[in-house]
């Protein structure tokens, strides 16, 4: 059997795990009490610098959700979204812009009622609306954009946001959390929404992680940062 062969297999499995419901018993009370620093925000929220690798802005888009998730094979109840704690990571570092994708029609707390509503955006092809759409980002030269791994992409409210643009100039840096699928199909659906962007390197961060092994996702986070030119010295080794 080819690599191609094992991959597609692999995939396949994941994408069922993740379209249907998991049968374990659900674990409560087991998120975390740490808030990110991140605020809910309707508009780009300004740190105090945003030094891109040439002096350029930066713009970090990120959609995140709370409540009940993933968590190997069973489930918890996260305050924080995991891709909001590496959002907050990332701001804190290098005070970029955070601008937050909120749903115009919120995404439930409850995993089932999500992944049911997921797998019926991704066959519909869907573009949910966002609460509070951006109305440009011409002042950013680059644009990391976050989001969980959801049945193997990016939520199709990524693909809201990013259709709406001309990213001509541009460098797109994916971020995702995710529970086994790595970075998916993100690369290649972002190609697909950010009309003329250039891409850059991305980060995957396992979503478990996030909340066990929090140092070790830091300096994960402070090495992508510094190998992409957003953070000054060479990364760690
Ligand atoms: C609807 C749904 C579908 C998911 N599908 C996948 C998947 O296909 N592959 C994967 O690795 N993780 C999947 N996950 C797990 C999330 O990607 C992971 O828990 C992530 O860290 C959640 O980030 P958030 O808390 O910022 O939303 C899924 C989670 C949900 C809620």
Redesign the pocket.
Known sequence: MTAAHLLGRRIFT??L???LPLSLAAVRGRGRTAAASLQDSSSPQPGSAAPGAAGSTVLLV??????????YGDRID?E???????AGMIADLTGCDVYEIEAADP?SDD?DA??A???EEQNAGARPAIANPLSSIDAYAIIIL????????P?MIMSTFAERFDFTGKTVFPL???????M?DTEREYQEACRNATFGEGLA????D?TDAPGDVAAAVESWLRTIGLLDGAPAS
Do not use: D, M
């Not at 924080?80 to 590496?86: P, S």
């Not at 976050?146 to 992409?153: A, C």
């Not at 995702?176 to 790595?182: K, Q």
């Open positions: 994941q994408r795990v993740f379209a990120y959609f995140s959700r709370a409540g009940e998730n993933y968590y996260l924080v979204g995991n891709t909001k704690v590496v995404y995993y999500i992944v509503r997921n797998v976050g989001s969980p791994i959801w049945n193997v992409r939520p995702v959390s995710y529970a086994v699928s790595g998916g961060i396992q979503g478990e996030v």
